[in-house]
């Protein structure tokens, strides 16, 4: 196990997570502050369990996240880079603390007690809380059980080479003319590797910028890192998002849109715009996507009141009229058609959209598709972040490449948590776990995705949002989540292999 003598011990800044959870936070100070939620946490490999000694770390990092607040720094820093932060939100994050012993619960219950402290069973944490107070913690919670395990549970290997394996990595993608970000912070293997990872690929976008090739690093999704290296903060929003919202208006058949006009609501037109596709299966994301948007001043009349007992009705009536959710259907605005021109669609708008689940270039064609059906000829982004390696990346930007679309590619567990054990030399897999919001405002949130393999929530949910959006299962064996990363014990890749 490596030494940790003089590296910072668990989460020490509140902007060690991804960008999506701050801009999460800033639509739901606008628009859902009042809203009750919890979070369930998953370990998709139950076979790696941590051990007392891991949990009791845990709970002992959980306690001091409490003591972290944003520093004037990072506040300079949002301000500089974040235009699209309002300064109501700037205020509001100035003075957030975060309250774990009242929001988070960690639970141990142990396979057979013997009073070790390498005594093994299963990690439960439990979180709620209103979402705004709570929403950050899925990142840093999934950063320190993955920092515990390899800590206390699995401590064969060491951080050699770590730095040299990024910039070889950086290397080959941006030789091949790929453009990508880092998006490794939940699942990386401790803060000491995610440093390394971004030294060894902020050297290599050097190297590439001095030979003149047209690959490039684009940012990290990580705050903190982008604001120590100097890279861009990439991100726009997560599964969460459309799922928090489905379960406070209790509408399914409508949930992508009115989350959609929530984000320009809050955002504006043409801001953070990659849009995500799978949260209840691509198809009927597509639906909503071809809807015409509002404008900003539309968007503002119709988010105001989810926060109210009664769930609001559809974003979008059947009439295409914008419905203000403080009146009654009587009083409904209708969009209308501003000098004689259509408004936009959301497809039109958004500058793309992200790929994170299901058969990527299966995406690739039902995206052509869309687009092409939909008459549209600007050339559009597609972000792939779904169980990236170099050689992933190299295939679908082909893929995308050749079908019109802008590649990019979000980098994760592959960069972060990529190591072989000490002592033979094989794959040390990383842990596949994951905290996704499990009701809100009493009701169960769930999300289905393009692959059956990452159904997640209320089972009995699932299945009836399944037929109500007249949903086709999808597998897909490249998807498998119990094997994702690797093997343990399957012959590694290594530093030089890679380059």
Not at 2 to 14: A, E, K, N, W, Y
Not at 259 to 288: H, M, N, Q, S
Not at 388 to 410: D, H, K, R, S, W
Not at 455 to 471: A, F, I, M, R
Request: with cysteine; net charge negative.
């Amino acid at each position: 196990m490596p030494s940790h003598h003089g590296l910072p011990d668990g989460i020490f800044s509140l902007l060690d997570t991804d960008l999506y959870k701050l801009t999460m936070q800033c639509a739901i100070l606008k628009y859902l502050p009042d809203i009750h939620v919890t979070y369930a946490f998953t370990n998709r490999n139950p076979d790696m369990r941590l051990s007392r000694a891991a949990y009791h770390w845990i709970e002992d990092q959980v306690n001091k996240l409490g003591n972290i607040m944003l520093s004037p720094e990072e506040l300079r820093f949002l301000k500089n880079t974040c235009a699209y932060f309002n300064d109501s939100y700037l205020r509001f994050l100035s003075s957030f603390r975060l309250q774990p012993s009242k929001q988070v619960k960690v639970t141990f219950k142990i396979l057979k007690d013997t009073g070790s402290a390498d005594d093994v069973g299963d990690i439960h944490l439990d979180i709620e809380g209103l979402w705004l107070h709570t929403i950050l913690y899925e990142t840093y919670l999934l950063a320190l059980t993955s920092e515990a395990y390899f800590r206390f549970c699995d401590k064969d290997w060491n951080h050699d080479l770590q730095e040299q394996k990024a910039y070889n990595k950086g290397i080959k993608l941006m030789e091949h003319g790929c453009n990508f970000s880092e998006f490794g912070t939940r699942r990386r293997r401790d803060y000491h590797t995610h440093d390394l990872v971004m030294r060894g690929l902020t050297r290599a976008a050097d190297t590439a910028s001095e030979r003149g090739w047209k690959g490039k690093l684009s940012g990290t999704s990580n705050v903190y890192f982008a604001m120590k290296y100097d890279v861009p903060p990439v991100g726009t929003v997560a599964h969460e998002w459309f799922m928090g919202i489905a379960s406070v208006t209790n509408d399914y058949k409508h949930a992508n849109e009115t989350a959609l006009r929530y984000w320009v609501g809050c955002f504006g037109e043409g801001v953070l715009g990659i849009a995500l596709t799978d949260t209840f299966g691509t198809p009927a994301f597509l639906k909503a996507f071809n809807k015409s948007m509002p404008t900003t001043a539309e968007a503002e009349i119709d988010t105001c009141s989810t926060q109210l007992p009664s769930a609001p009705r559809p974003a979008v009536a059947p009439s295409s009229e914008v419905v203000d959710t403080k009146s009654s259907a009587s009083n409904a605005v209708p969009i209308g058609i501003a000098n004689g021109v259509k408004p936009r669609s959301y497809a039109q708008t958004f500058t793309g959209v992200r790929q994170d689940s299901g058969n990527p270039l299966e995406f690739v064609k039902m995206m052509r598709d869309f687009y092409d059906s939909e008459d549209i000829k600007e050339k559009k982004t597609i972000v792939f972040s779904d169980s990236l390696n170099v050689e992933l990346c190299l295939e679908y930007m082909q893929a995308a490449e050749e079908a019109g679309f802008i590649p990019t590619f979000g980098v994760g567990t592959f960069l972060t948590n990529d190591f072989t054990h000490v002592s033979n030399g094989k794959k040390s897999v990383p842990l596949n776990i994951v905290i996704k919001i499990s009701s809100a405002s009493g009701r169960p949130s769930i999300k289905i995705s393009d692959n059956v393999g990452k159904n997640t929530g209320d089972s009995e949910t699932v299945n009836k949002v399944k037929q109500t959006l007249g949903y086709v299962e999808k597998q897909w064996a490249a998807g498998d989540e119990k094997t994702r990363w690797g093997k343990e014990g399957q012959e590694a890749t290594t530093a030089s292999e890679q380059a």
